[in-house]
């Protein structure tokens, strides 16, 4: 059976657990809740709230989804801690935080798209040890997740200080492929809808973040973000957050299965040509989560551990170890 087939088994059984908790149907549409969805307002989830609005994924699972765009993350995290948002987007480390210093942030997860080093197919790269020497460029800054997991799986395997032995720019997404088409850079530690672009250009996946997460203790894939809700939010409104999700896991089954779903987010895509389309659809269905919620959060705790000691407060705030309840209560159910 492919990896696809086994996801939508997954997510058709979350999704028959999850019904259980909602309406038997929803009595009026003017009756039901709204969630305020907070997102970037080009970001790739939009892709999958678009296609849970367009499809009547929301209504079907009791609630009305309202999309408020913002421009950039820290913007959606503050409507979300100040309430004017139900949901946002953002990664375990977020929520883990958040509750450590007292705001019952939850986690559910979205998708396992990390990203990873890329380089010109015919550079010659076959691993990390090939980049001593070399210049690298970094999505985000020196605590990126993604850059310390590779630091650390280089450490783990090679005994290389890959920190140490290369040099590193760090940059915004955009500018750092640009840079590294312009032959500005020798490498990209990107993310993944980046570097799904580069892929048809010409360039080559090195490794990838969720490569350096297995080398850190994982078992399975860890999903690089998720929706964050306040837990005391989803216990007072437990039929809509379960809803929530549900639709989610609905958006999800369809995407991975209909070419069809697709077209109407092709404007959105952004994407320049078929090729880069295509790709852009072969790796977000890539990210679909497919390990049970149990397995995902103890392999999520076992690499937070090792960001923690690595990345310390300025990185995870006062909790060395991933804040209990950090990933929502109600992925239970599924698992």
């Known amino acids: 059976m492919t990896r696809f087939g086994r996801s939508l088994?997954?997510?058709a059984g979350?999704?028959?657990?999850?019904?259980?908790?909602?309406?038997?149907?929803?009595?009026?549409?003017?009756?039901?809740?709204?969630?305020?969805?907070?997102?970037?307002?080009?970001?790739?989830?939009?892709?999958?709230?678009?296609?849970?609005?367009?499809?009547?994924?929301?209504?079907?699972?009791?609630?009305?989804?309202e999309i408020v765009p913002f421009a950039g993350g820290n913007a959606t995290q503050v409507a979300l801690l100040s309430g004017d948002v139900h949901v946002s987007t953002g990664d375990w480390l977020f929520a883990s935080r958040q509750r450590a210093m007292g705001a019952a942030m939850t986690f559910v997860p979205y998708s396992t798209s990390m990203g990873g080093v890329v380089a010109r197919c015919d550079a010659g790269y076959e691993g990390l040890a090939d980049l001593a020497g070399k210049t690298i460029g970094v999505a985000g800054g020196p605590l990126d997740k993604s850059w310390l997991m590779i630091r650390g799986m280089a450490e783990g395997e090679l005994g290389l200080d890959i920190a140490g032995e290369t040099r590193q720019v760090f940059g915004a997404p955009p500018l750092l492929a640009e840079k590294l088409r312009q032959g500005e850079l020798d490498a990209a530690l990107n993310y993944w809808h980046y570097n799904a672009r580069l892929e048809t250009e010409?360039?080559?996946?090195?490794?990838?973040?969720?490569?350096?997460?297995?080398?850190?203790?994982?078992?399975?894939?860890?999903?690089?973000?998720?929706?964050?809700?306040?837990?005391?939010?989803?216990?007072?409104?437990?039929r809509v957050a379960a809803g929530f999700v549900a639709a989610s896991h609905a958006a999800k089954a369809l995407l991975a299965k209909d070419?069809?779903?697709?077209?109407?987010?092709?404007?959105?895509?952004?994407?320049?040509?078929d090729a880069v389309f295509a790709q852009l659809v072969k790796r977000w269905r890539e990210g679909v989560p497919t390990s049970p919620p149990a397995q995902e959060e103890a392999d999520?705790?076992?690499?937070?551990?090792?960001?923690?000691?690595?990345?310390?407060?300025?990185?995870?705030?006062?909790?060395?170890?991933?804040?209990?309840?950090?990933?929502?209560?109600?992925?239970a159910a599924a698992d």
């Open 14 to 65: 979350t999704l028959a657990v999850l019904g259980s908790w909602l309406p038997s149907g929803p009595a009026g549409a003017d009756e039901l809740p709204t969630v305020r969805l907070a997102l970037l307002k080009f970001g790739t989830v939009n892709w999958e709230a678009d296609t849970i609005v367009r499809e009547g994924l929301d209504t079907a699972n009791g609630f009305h989804l």
């Open 202 to 238: 010409g360039y080559c996946e090195i490794v990838s973040a969720q490569d350096a997460a297995e080398a850190l203790g994982a078992r399975g894939e860890l999903s690089a973000i998720g929706y964050i809700f306040d837990e005391e939010w989803a216990d007072a409104n437990p």
């Open 300 to 331: 999520t705790a076992a690499v937070y551990a090792y960001l923690a000691k690595v990345g310390g407060e300025a990185l995870v705030g006062p909790a060395r170890t991933m804040a209990p309840g950090t990933f929502w209560s109600g992925l």
């Open 259 to 273: 070419d069809a779903a697709w077209e109407p987010l092709r404007e959105a895509m952004n994407a320049e040509n």
């Open 9 to 11: 088994i997954a997510l």
